[in-house]
């Protein structure tokens, strides 16, 4: 059964930081990974969607990556802005067109 | 493009109480899905729809029924609610099995 796991749980740094937050998996066969954020009391909002064959993928600030082969994918967020403070969640895609998501880690970051 | 609705946004049921919860997706997407979201939990995937006219259960499925009768709708009932279904309820959809997936705004239901 596949599980995802984020690390930091909650994360608070001062604004203008670069930051990195991680998501490991525990089964390599997916097809691909999706960032999310979840402001409080709202919906999930999609980031970023990495396929399987690709090693990142960037938007503006944001900027993810996968090595499929360890079961690990990082979301680095480049100056940060307290308007990025938000619940940051990460979401394999398996073989059953299912995703599997991590618990999410909070993010906050202090004006 | 309004993207994924639900209705309604909020709702509060006494224990034994049916309702149904709505969710629409005007994109044309051929997959939704039904998940509940509880602190300390994460999300939980209820039933899921690969297409009109099926649907098939998830991780978390006892005491929901769910419909897709048309494409672009896919319902979530609970027959007779229980406190232990206190919980945020988001749908969500996506066009292929592999492609992103958009979520609604959420219900927040209470079962007293």
Redesign the interface.
């Known amino acids: 059964k596949q599980e995802v796991t984020q690390i930091p749980a909650a994360l608070s740094v001062p604004e203008g930081e670069n930051l990195v937050l991680n998501c490991s998996f525990t089964d390599s066969a997916i097809?691909?990974l999706?960032w999310?954020r979840q402001d409080p009391?709202?919906?999930?909002?999609?980031l970023l969607?990495i396929?399987s064959s690709q090693r990142e993928q960037t938007s503006g600030r944001l900027n993810a990556s996968l090595d499929k082969s360890s079961g690990r994918s990082t979301l680095y967020i480049a100056a940060s802005q307290p308007g990025d403070s938000a619940t940051y969640?990460c979401?394999v895609?398996g073989s059953n067109?299912?995703?599997t998501?991590?618990?999410?880690t909070l993010l906050t970051v202090n004006p | 493009n309004a993207g994924v609705t639900q209705t309604p946004k909020f709702r509060v049921l006494k224990t034994g109480q049916s309702m149904t919860l709505l969710c629409a997706q005007d994109m044309n997407h051929e997959y939704m899905y039904w998940y509940r979201q509880d602190p300390g939990m994460g999300l939980r995937l209820i039933h899921y729809s690969v297409g009109e006219g099926t649907t098939a259960k998830g991780e978390v499925p006892d005491g929901y029924n769910v419909s897709r009768l048309k494409k672009q709708n896919f319902l979530l009932g609970l027959e007779s609610a229980a406190p232990s279904q206190t919980s945020v309820y988001f749908c969500a959809s996506r066009e292929g099995g592999f492609e992103e997936q958009y979520f609604g705004p959420g219900t927040r239901l209470t079962v007293t």
């Open positions: 097809y691909n999706q999310f009391g709202k919906g999930l909002t999609s969607l396929q969640l979401a895609a067109y299912k995703l998501f991590g618990k999410g």
